[in-house]
């Protein structure tokens, strides 16, 4: 069973709760859903994995759905909603591993955890010897880890102090403070859900670090409202992060200064702008690239028997 987003073709569509179902990519080997995108511009998931009788591809193919065209504007659309939930996901799972890979390898080391917001004091910790780590679950979709510690309060009395990757970089002895950024006012939730990548081991920020506004503008430039770069972690690929003359976000994945994958604008998460639904704005060209380069690697022919 493929990934293929089909279209709406026709008068008989597949009504849900949500409305009318315009795109749709049928549940395939291995997911739990088919993804739906309505005719309100809503990405829903549909359970069932049978609807009267049929799988759920036979079914919208019976009620007249044909593959989408290429760049086909629903098709497009559902697809890039499947990627920004995708990567969040992708994110959160790679931030509980970075977490419990801190948690074995720095136990009863000295960290500083420095907080993403410059307002708040950065904090000296001891790494727990515990065998567990914990989740944050925060509603907006994105689940990173927490490294359980200990630090020393005004008093010289111990107590358990969690970090969380999601609000803060975690810093051994001897690391630069350059690597551990500070968020700004104006980078706002772009450059926070940035940190929340980088903190995650997929990526490093490229120095300053921050979303910032380029200084002598030129009449043609991209970003003109900020430009924050991060470094894909095994790679050289980036990922460049722009806010436009629209005030629109841009992110664009890079290899050997081209651009091989650009999205446009901040995904919400049930019209509100929450940190998993940024994170996943950011994070969905990783995984377009990564699609895009399966998709272009030569397949093997198959050997056959004499």
Not at 150 to 168: I, P, V, Y
């Amino acid at each position: 069973m493929s990934k293929e987003i089909y279209i709406a073709n026709g008068e008989q569509r597949l009504t849900l709760t949500a409305g009318q179902v315009i795109a749709i990519r049928p549940v395939a080997k291995g997911e739990s859903y088919s993804y739906c995108l309505t005719d309100a511009g809503q990405m829903v998931r549909l359970k069932d994995k049978m609807l009267q009788g049929m799988g759920v591809e036979r079914f919208i193919k019976e009620k007249g759905y044909m593959p989408a065209p290429a760049l086909h504007q629903a098709a497009a659309k559902l697809r890039d909603l499947i990627a920004i939930e995708e990567a969040t996901d992708m994110v959160s799972r790679a931030s509980r591993a970075e977490a419990e890979r801190m948690q074995s390898e720095l136990t009863l080391q000295e960290v500083l955890y420095v907080p993403f917001d410059a307002e708040r004091p950065s904090v000296k910790c001891i790494i727990s010897d515990t065998p567990f780590t914990k989740t944050l679950i925060d509603g907006s979709g994105f689940i990173p880890g927490l490294i359980e510690a200990k630090t020393t309060d005004g008093e010289g009395r111990s107590r358990q102090f969690d970090m969380s990757l999601s609000a803060g970089w975690v810093l051994v002895e001897g690391a630069a403070r350059a690597n551990a950024p500070r968020a700004t006012e104006y980078g706002g939730l772009v450059e926070h859900a940035a940190y929340c990548i980088a903190s995650a081991g997929l990526a490093s920020v490229q120095l300053p670090g921050n979303l910032l506004v380029p200084e002598n503008q030129t009449v043609d430039e991209a970003f003109p409202r900020g430009r924050l770069v991060l470094v894909v972690a095994g790679c050289n690929d980036e990922i460049v992060i722009g806010i436009d003359g629209a005030d629109e976000l841009v992110v664009q994945y890079c290899r050997d200064g081209a651009v091989i994958i650009q999205r446009h604008g901040l995904c919400e998460n049930g019209g509100r702008l929450t940190l998993g639904a940024a994170v996943g704005s950011i994070a969905a060209v990783m995984l377009l690239a990564r699609h895009a380069d399966e998709k272009s690697r030569p397949t093997r022919a198959k050997n056959k028997a004499a």
